[in-house]
């Protein structure tokens, strides 16, 4: 009685597993580095958005903070990013 309630314990498992992997949406895991490249082009729109100089160094000072607090940059690649946003907005 005992093997036979274990099985059925088991196959319910099994099926509720099934059953939710079905109908839940496969989720997608980026790696960081196209993460980061995504974040840098989506604030190189902005800045692309932006005719005035001065707005665009407020804008940039911005992007500073919220990058400053991002948690897929460190110390190095914020100054990486910020020379490339910089560098974008001169050219």
């Known amino acids: 009685m005992d093997i036979v309630n274990i099985i059925v314990l088991f196959l319910v498992v099994l099926i509720i597993f099934l059953v939710v992997k079905q109908f839940l949406p496969s989720v ?12 840098i082009d989506g604030y190189k729109k902005q800045l692309d958005s932006v005719n005035d100089r001065s707005k665009k160094m407020i804008l940039l000072k911005q992007i500073n ?10 110390q190095t690649e914020l100054k990486e990013a910020m020379t490339t946003l910089t560098n974008h907005i001169v050219k």
């Open 28 to 39: 997608s895991f980026k790696s960081k580095a196209i993460k980061k490249s995504e974040i």
């Open 65 to 74: 903070q919220e990058l400053s607090r991002n948690i897929f940059f460190d």
